[in-house]
């Protein structure tokens, strides 16, 4: 199939999703012009702010090809990924991303995360959500040294 014909599949997966009372978005992820994983936008039905087509897609390929690389997958999601998403897509090594909906068409729509990416192109003490570091007590066993110690 095209990127283009792609592209209709995961557009009419959010049409459908909108139409059964959730936001207009749905992703597909392809190996080797196969359709490895699909997502729809479930953050209205189970109440979970990370439930994004595009990391439900993400999980579910994970899943099914039991790596965490997906370098050689194609997404496509019918909006632009948000900030999130995009974190998901750069530790999944996704290579090509295509999006059909732009950012600025998701904010006409009330459904943009520019927000969310202007806060994070600030400093940390700028931000509206302060991130306040606490130091470990010396006793507390130390995941970080362990997993350092597994690795060698």
């Known amino acids: 199939m095209t990127k283009e014909q792609w ?4 557009i009419e997966l959010a049409y459908e999703n909108t139409v059964n009372g959730g936001k207009p978005f ?10 490895v994983a699909v997502g729809v936008n479930e953050v209205l039905e189970t109440h979970d702010p990370t439930a994004h087509a595009e990391l439900l897609a993400i999980r579910r390929a994970t899943e099914k090809l039991q790596t ?24 999944a090594n996704f290579k ?6 732009s950012s600025e068409e998701e904010e ?11 806060q994070l192109a600030l400093p940390r003490e700028e931000r509206e959500i302060q991130l306040q570091h606490v130091e470990r ?9 362990l997993w350092i110690e597994k690795q060698q």
């Open 26 to 35: 749905g992703a597909i992820i392809v190996k080797d012009d196969d359709i």
């Open 108 to 118: 006409q729509a009330g459904l943009g995360t520019s927000h969310v990416y202007a």
């Open 68 to 91: 965490t690389d997906l370098s050689d997958c194609q997404l496509y999601a019918s909006g632009e990924p948000c900030p999130m998403c995009m974190g998901a897509i750069y530790w």
């Open 7 to 10: 592209m209709q599949k995961t």
């Open 137 to 145: 007590q010396a006793e507390t066993n130390d995941a970080f040294a």
């Open 96 to 101: 090509d991303v295509y999006y059909a909906y």
